[in-house]
């Protein structure tokens, strides 16, 4: 049988949205137990690492500029640079890089 | 309130223009399942998911079942689900029921990012300025990609998709710099996230699901070895 791609839209909008505000609903309290608070409190860092490396050498045209915005970014981060000027600086290290690479 | 929310339209900006790029891409895998334009649009408006969409469009294109759709979806998804537990700690304990549902719209990678390494309880108003800047641009981004899956310039595309990682970087190096075992632990999902990309079996998982696995994983040793002490500590 066809299925309708509204439906499966639907149901792909439901349920994201049923992960996402399920926790932000329910769970009103602080969390007491350690673990699980430390557990959260690396959750972010972890995860936002194991996407960014080796995603960002498949991202661009060549894995050569992915590897120089990464190591230029994580220099400028370490330096202070906000979200933003960081974000520049990577894509302006592709971007002349690749205009030789 | 106003200051809050100019500065998370600020911080938006950088987020949407990787939103553009990531999405655009996206749509061009949208296009090839066989959704026009404005489903692609409609696709990424509510969704706001770049590997539960893509996961989704593979559905679409092979005329999958519905259920295997939840299914999919929920394993693609499943590391927000981690984010909004992270998250609902950073609300104020009375935070109302309608900032929490708006909020939980777009917790995606990089909002949440944003969101949770701002100092203090979260301000509903400052997730609200990213979200009215980012959110377009994903949804947008989508729809061209569908129209004209080759308008801009290839080094263009490829120069803007690194803006998402400048940004996830600027969010995880400076608390790296503070705390030594946040850098370790940086260190330590680099080399196992490329590990888990190279080696036989795990690289034949998406990347959405080796991205869940590594994260318990990492995080639940370093939360065993190194339990955050006090309210203080896990705020810094």
């Known amino acids: 049988m066809t299925h309708d791609i509204y439906i499966y839209i639907g149901i792909m909008a439901a349920v994201t949205y049923v992960i996402r505000v399920l926790p932000l609903t329910l769970i009103r309290k602080q969390i007491k137990n350690r673990f699980l608070r430390s557990f959260l409190y690396y959750v972010p860092y972890v995860t936002l690492a194991v996407m960014t490396f080796p995603a960002i050498l498949e991202t661009t045209q060549s894995p050569l500029a992915g590897a120089a915005a990464l190591i230029i970014g994580i220099i400028a981060a370490w330096c202070g640079a906000g979200l933003f000027p960081v974000s520049v600086i990577c894509c302006v290290t592709v971007f002349v890089l690749e205009l030789f690479l | ?236």
Not at chain 2, 74 to 86: E, K, Q, V
Not at chain 2, 138 to 145: D, L, N, R, S, V
Request: charged share 15%; proline share 4%.
């Open chain 2, 1 to 236: 309130m106003k200051k809050e929310f100019r500065e998370g339209m600020r911080d938006g900006i950088p987020i949407g223009l990787g939103y553009l790029a990531v999405s655009f891409s996206l749509g061009v895998a949208a296009r090839s399942a066989g959704l026009t334009a404005f489903q692609g649009f409609m696709a990424s408006l509510l969704n706001n998911a770049s590997a539960g969409e893509y996961a989704g469009f593979t559905v679409i294109a092979a005329n999958a079942s519905y259920l295997e759709m939840v299914l999919m979806t929920l394993i693609a998804n499943a590391r927000y689900l981690l984010m909004s537990c992270a998250l609902s700690q950073k609300f104020a304990p009375d935070a109302s029921l309608g900032h929490r549902l708006l909020v939980g719209y777009d917790v995606t990678d990089e909002i949440f990012g944003i969101t949770i390494s701002r100092p203090g309880v979260l301000n509903p108003y400052y997730t609200y300025g990213a979200i009215l800047v980012a959110a377009p641009c994903w949804a947008c981004g989508t729809a061209m990609g569908v129209t004209a899956g080759n308008l801009l310039p290839l080094r263009v595309v490829s120069a803007l998709s690194v803006a998402l990682f400048g940004m996830f970087l600027a969010v995880i190096i400076p608390p790296s710099r503070k705390n030594r075992i946040v850098a370790i632990f940086v260190l330590v999902s680099f080399l196992a996230s490329f590990a888990a990309a190279n080696l036989p079996y795990l690289s034949r998982l998406s990347g959405g699901t080796r991205t869940i696995i590594l994260t318990v994983l990492i995080s639940a040793a370093a939360a065993a070895l190194f339990p955050v002490k006090d309210e203080k500590e896990a705020d810094d």
